[in-house]
DNA sequence: TATGAATGAGAATTCATTCAT
DNA sequence: GATGAATGAATTCTCATTCAT
């Protein structure tokens, strides 16, 4: 997570990218402020000229985070793929949209981790998410889905959203299962692997007689 | 959550349910001793005579949820709709499993959020989450992978394993939205929100170009 | 230290003798009624039918050691030796005096532990040591000062106070270099060791030059 | 016990001095870091900037005592009297030495009584002990008795561990009835008893009868 | 009598925040 | 601006003591 571009004073800077490290290591509340000047190397009182309160510096991660970050890094990736590429095969342009998810994930994993943990108990923290990161997402994504739908390649009869939430909830998962419990499985060939998710997304589990059924 | 047939004392079972409450709101460090012994009726002392330390409470609640929850109560809907389940027709399996699972996860949502939050965070907590939930999950999707092929109705190419992460991954993110970004769209008729979620796990999302691709 | 001739119930009995071991083991404040209990086979509640608060318990013990055990088991040995000994030579009634108290203080190091510590912090229970012990040790010095002096056997001019306190310390410091430094010496022979002792209370460390001046 | 000397903040000697105060007077259980915080005039809090925990203190005040005040204090005394004095007369010498550690006693009282508590209960107060104080004791022992016997003041055939054994013994019961139980005695003239003292570590209580069969 | 679950006052320890330098 | 020592409220945890059974 790269926060040089910002205008923000070298310590200031310093504060929150130790603050976000400490945070997504400990959580919230496990983090103390102590650590999290030693990380910066400043002097615990400076955290708090920047940031009146811990519950400040938190906020500060996640505005600078969504706010900042959210559009240009976040969506970036996929607004490109989805979008721009010259890619004329789903198969091609979904395998590239998962490779590039799994690069960012990997790449700002803290954030995520504090996002996803305070999402879960702040509303507030998921109407910024939502705003900053999730409307930007539906919107690609139904630009997207008019595009291909117009050339053939996906189905007129998929809600945008839906499609949205399908194609993230099997990244998703594809992405937790290789992070957290990839060792717990006979080591599978990540490009079959990936493979078969691209697969189930374009044509569903069905069988024939199911299809029959359609 | 239901934790009365379980051979608890009195004090026991209404310190660790009101542990999930206080948890489930505050996270575990945001949670105090105080608070869940006021809930609880109970004097904070009666807290360190049942569980030794404020960690040991909470890992005393993963264990009554993993271990001792876990597989009747988490994988028994799962069991029952997947595998003894006289319906023929997929369609309607996954509906009754969608439903299935939104209705248990709001009945449970308290501990899933503990569950989520710790296992971002530690390891040994996704290695119990694993060996308690998961690795029977994966089972059970196994033998009905291996039922509905004989039947023709999933495609015999597919892997289980991807399968399983699939279905799971879209109910996720349809349970995510409605939980808690429903608002933000127009009041979507649930039951026609459904079979497009149903719709695109068998089906999966291509149009007409892309299957000829295939 | 034999409890069991008192007229004391056993569960009393069993108490007193936990409680002692603890209290020996971690010091008054150290030592807790949950850990007496347990070692004294009761119920924690138990404690407090036989003795009101734990302070009591505490002054239970020291009363028990220093009113009752204090004559009859402390002082029999160091009577029937100065006393009643039929030895002539006074270099064997020192070394069986100092072998006796030796072999006792062995024997209920724990209960001395006790006494030493509470009586440097407490002014009550070296008023009732003073009594129970000191004033009877002292009294019978004084006889046997006495007998000896008729005999020859020791100086006339020297007081039978400062002729106690003298042996008591010699044999003191003897004690504690061997329970607790031994090991940091080359093994020397008790014996021989004991002989030194013996001959230092007898006649002094002076040497002829010294002796001259006298 | 000065403490002024030493590198340390203003705080941290004041905490320090204040729990030698209370831990002398309540025993280290007994103590509260509340009132030793109280004592020492800071908050309580402040104590554990210094001192990790409430053992740690008391490991800080042993550490004090006995490797930085250890030699230069307690034993620099002992050296001046025993080795550098002019005095030829070995009674003056001894006397000269009681009535330093009689003083060095009543000033550093409280810490003695911690160091003996500790040392009853704890073998690695114990070791310290040995090393910082005895083993220098004995050092300056061994050196005077050499020196004495040369001078023909000190018997050629006494072990050295045993003289200062026995004139530690002599002092020390000496000391303990003067500071604890001098009331209960007809009140002696201090000079008679210390003569007294000094006369049997000289010479011994042994009278005529007994020098002849030596 | 004996039990041991429950209590709650009190203890040690933590940590965000302040403020004099 | 920057520091870090000092604070003290808040928190976890302990344990003597009580009391219903």
Known sequence: ?????????????????????????????????????????????????????????????????LNLLGEPVIMEGVRKILLQSEEKEMRRILKALILDRMELINSV???????????????????????????????????FHQQMVVRGMIRPDVDPLAMGRSIVGNIALFVIFRRFFAEKFSP????????QVIDIIMFGIAGEASREQK
Chains 1, 2, 3, 4 share one sequence.
């Open 1 to 65: 997570m790269d926060l040089t571009k910002l205008g923000l004073a070298e310590k200031e800077r310093k504060i929150l990218e130790a603050a976000i490290d400490v945070f997504s290591e400990k959580g919230f509340s496990g983090a103390t402020t102590n650590e999290i000047a030693k990380r910066a190397g400043v002097a615990e009182g400076t955290i708090f000229r920047y940031f009146k309160t811990k519950k400040d510096l938190l906020r500060g991660i996640l505005i600078q985070m």
């Open 109 to 143: 994993f803290p954030m995520v981790r504090i996002v996803i943990t305070e999402a879960l108990y702040h509303e507030d923290i998921r109407d910024a998410f939502f705003q900053n990161v999730l409307a930007k997402g539906i919107e690609i994504f139904s630009i």
């Open 188 to 195: 599978t060939d990540m490009e079959r692997d990936l493979d």
